[in-house]
């Protein structure tokens, strides 16, 4: 028994029901007993493979979704749906839930709703849309909540750098919709397989490369482990 057969049935759980399966239907779908369930949950965060509650063994983040809400709602046409930490994780919930879908968003977190509808993990009307990482990906699991909030749209380059300036905030990078979408469907295809495994540092940084995320920023150093 693997961490990752555990994240292949909590991924599975989520796009199926909508709701991340409890640690009783876990148990009998893997066929462990409560110790063993709290082990592979720890190789799993150990991984990065999921974050959990500080004070229990349970899910509060299984990148590209959120359990807890959060300020993105990814919408299917039924009215049913999932929380992203971020943007490009709402891409990446688009991508494995296929269809169209709606991601219910703010522009920078501010008062103004943003709607992105997106057909099969593709965005239908960028439009300029730039989506706003201000912490690079090698410090991402430093803080990784923090990393998260601040992965927001924007209209335009020029309403990020306001946007900045108003909050005090360094511009990191800005990228467009589009390629945000390349990334997360890449990044978060294979979330759902059963023989998912979690990207390697170099494998991390050949997906950046792939999508033409080439700037130092993009750049993980020679960091060992999983991203």
Known sequence: MTPELLHHHLVRGLLEKHVCPGASDLRAALGVEAG???KLYDGLAAIHGVVLHPHAKEPWV????????????VEK???????APC????????????GRVK????WGAESEPALITVQDGEPLEPNGIHVHFAIPPSKAWQNV???????????????LEAWCLRHGIPQGEAVPLAQVARLARIWYGRHADRDWRKWSVAEAQDIFHAVGLTSPFWDLGVQAGRF
Request: aromatic share 12%; glycine share 8%.
């Open 145 to 159: 909540h923090q990393h998260c909030s601040l992965v927001l749209p924007f209209r335009t380059k020029a309403h």
């Open 87 to 98: 943007v490009w994780c709402a891409m990446g919930v688009a991508a494995l839930a296929g």
């Open 62 to 73: 299984l990148h590209p979704f959120s359990l807890t809400p959060t300020m993105h709602w």
């Open 77 to 83: 046409e039924d009215g049913s749906g999932w929380w």
């Open 36 to 38: 063993e369930l709290d």
């Open 103 to 106: 991601i219910h968003t703010r």
